[in-house]
């Protein structure tokens, strides 16, 4: 199934304390972005990405895919303060497709395998979003107190891609800018016109690069993979 990637890569991403874009910074021997914009340009049946940047880095990233011979980007347009607001810059850029992921730039260990069941999936219910099952006993706390303890077995940690028919997200992105709604991620932009998300099992190791300790685990699966 044929789709096109929307990478948002326009954070600052404070928790990591690098002082810069974490998307810069080397994991093994290369940047984080590199290996995730990597991913798309080796799957065959991705055609087109779409990096939602700074004005100020847009230079920066534009030298990196040219060093890395990254041939599948389409447009680099300016990102905005919040995640849904650079989705949808890149959205209302794109020609319309069948089937349009989204997904964390610093997620650079999404395997092809897995995006292709995600666009399938997404072609033919409309939407599907990555997950793992919570591994952890969860509590609700208030005040610092635990007040319930929820059963896990219902319970699923979202990642990304998140995949969905351009037309169906093209809707949600805009009427969520018309009544100024500000999501978490694409999906609950979905769920608010009524519309039914798919779950697709995906790996523990598709973690998001967001601290320090992470790029140790980064670090230890690539050492794996190799």
Same mark, same amino acid.
């Given at each position: 199934?044929?789709?096109?990637?929307?990478?948002?890569?326009?954070?600052?991403?404070?928790?990591?304390?690098?002082?810069?874009?974490?998307?810069?910074?080397?994991?093994?021997?290369?940047?984080?972005?590199?290996?995730?914009?990597?991913?798309?340009?080796?799957? $065959?049946?991705?055609?087109?990405?779409?990096?939602? /940047?700074? !004005?100020?880095? +847009? #230079? *920066? @990233?534009?030298?990196?895919?040219?060093?890395?011979?990254?041939?599948?980007?389409?447009?680099?347009?300016?990102?905005?303060?919040?995640?849904?607001?650079?989705?949808?810059?890149?959205?209302? $850029?794109?020609?319309?497709?069948?089937?349009?992921? /989204?997904? !964390?730039?610093? +997620? #650079? *260990? @999404?395997?092809?395998?897995?995006?292709?069941?995600?666009?399938?999936?997404?072609?033919?219910?409309?939407?599907?979003?990555?997950?793992?099952?919570?591994?952890?006993?969860?509590?609700?706390?208030?005040?610092?107190?635990?007040?319930?303890?929820?059963?896990?077995?219902?319970?699923?940690?979202?990642?990304?891609?998140?995949?969905?028919?351009?037309?169906?997200?093209?809707?949600?992105?805009?009427?969520?800018?018309?009544?100024?709604?500000?999501?978490?991620?694409?999906?609950?932009?979905?769920?608010?016109?009524?519309?039914?998300?798919?779950?697709?099992?995906?790996?523990?190791?598709?973690?998001?690069?967001?601290?320090?300790?992470?790029?140790?685990?980064?670090?230890?699966?690539?050492?794996?993979?190799?």
């Amino acid at each position: 199934m044929r789709y096109e990637v929307v990478l948002p890569a326009a954070g600052s991403g404070k928790r990591m304390g690098a002082g810069q874009n974490k998307l810069f910074l080397n994991l093994a021997d290369k940047p984080i972005l590199v290996h995730t914009l990597l991913v798309f340009e080796h799957d $065959e049946n991705c055609t087109g990405i779409w990096l939602a /940047v700074k !004005d100020e880095e +847009r #230079p *920066f @990233i534009q030298a990196l895919i040219d060093k890395h011979n990254i041939t599948k980007v389409k447009g680099l347009p300016t990102g905005g303060e919040e995640r849904q607001h650079s989705v949808h810059s890149c959205i209302k $850029e794109m020609s319309a497709v069948d089937v349009v992921l /989204v997904h !964390d730039a610093a +997620r #650079p *260990f @999404i395997t092809i395998p897995k995006i292709t069941e995600l666009a399938k999936v997404a072609y033919e219910k409309g939407a599907a979003i990555a997950g793992v099952r919570a591994k952890d006993t969860m509590k609700v706390v208030h005040n610092g107190l635990i007040k319930e303890t929820v059963d896990r077995e219902s319970l699923w940690m979202v990642q990304t891609p998140q995949a969905f028919r351009y037309d169906l997200l093209a809707e949600a992105e805009d009427v969520a800018e018309k009544v100024g709604f500000l999501g978490t991620d694409e999906a609950m932009l979905v769920e608010r016109l009524g519309h039914d998300i798919h779950i697709v099992e995906c790996s523990y190791e598709n973690v998001k690069m967001t601290t320090q300790e992470d790029l140790i685990f980064g670090e230890a699966i690539l050492k794996q993979r190799k």
